[in-house]
């Protein structure tokens, strides 16, 4: 079970690098790698939140938590629900002109958010029988469900034995996962966080893990 206070720490650490993913360039990326000219603001939305859930997830995997802190974790979510209600409140007054500093605000309200849901889910779940790197499992199925709605084409990583280490997976769905998970590992690097990404280690490990997760049968199971 999660750690509050350490993962606390490493969650400030990464909170000045979340920018990144809602730079021009994060932007661009992730549109060319599934062929978009023009993609909507919902697109690249829906990507960046994707990496900052993964992001959070991979440091709640990396702490623990006791039941007593549940309660404490509960009054905080609470709290920081009404804050952000109010900063997209505020965000919205100003239309297409929004300030970087409320940008930045809403960036980092939705991170504590996502990590206070992460260690109040952690609390009294244990290692055995969880699923291995489960914040990257969940990362890729949003990622999918992003590019499904962009694309209307299902997310699918292609596989050809017959190519050699670092290109037997392929298409513009592992694309995008490549391109938001280098998103994502340059974020944690800059942080300086000593715990691995919960994520395979290699770019063939990755989409060989994304392929079997999007799976008809594991999706279904995973989505109960």
């Known amino acids: ?22 730079t021009d360039e994060a932007n661009s990326r992730w549109a060319a790698a599934v062929g978009l000219d023009h993609p909507d603001h919902k697109f690249h939305d829906g990507v960046a939140f994707a990496v900052i859930w993964f992001l959070t997830g991979s ?5 623990r938590a006791v039941p007593a802190d549940r309660k404490a974790l509960e009054r905080e979510l609470k709290r920081d629900r009404k804050a ?34 992460r260690a109040i889910a952690a609390v009294g779940v244990f290692n055995t029988g969880r699923q291995p790197y489960r914040p990257f499992a969940k990362f890729v199925r949003s990622v999918g469900d992003h590019y499904r709605s962009a694309t209307n084409e299902a997310p699918i990583v292609k596989f050809n034995n017959a190519r050699g ?42 989409l060989d893990y994304a392929r079997k997760e999007l799976q008809p049968n594991r999706a279904k199971r995973c989505s109960a």
């Not at 919205?92 to 300030?99: A, D, F, K, T």
């Open 1 to 22: 079970m999660m750690k509050v206070e350490p993962a606390k720490r490493d969650l400030g650490l990464i909170k000045p690098h979340l920018k990144l993913v809602f």
């Open 59 to 63: 440091i709640a995997a990396a702490h």
């Open 84 to 117: 952000r209600h109010l900063i997209a409140q505020s965000r919205r007054l100003y239309g297409e002109n929004v300030p970087s500093y409320l940008e930045a605000a809403v960036t980092e309200a939705i991170a504590r958010e996502a990590f206070v849901e």
């Open 165 to 206: 280490a670092g290109e037997r997976y392929s298409g513009p769905f592992a694309e995008l996962i490549e391109a938001a998970f280098a998103v994502a590992e340059l974020i944690w690097t800059r942080s300086g966080i000593k715990a691995p990404l919960s994520a395979p280690n290699s770019k063939d490990q990755r």
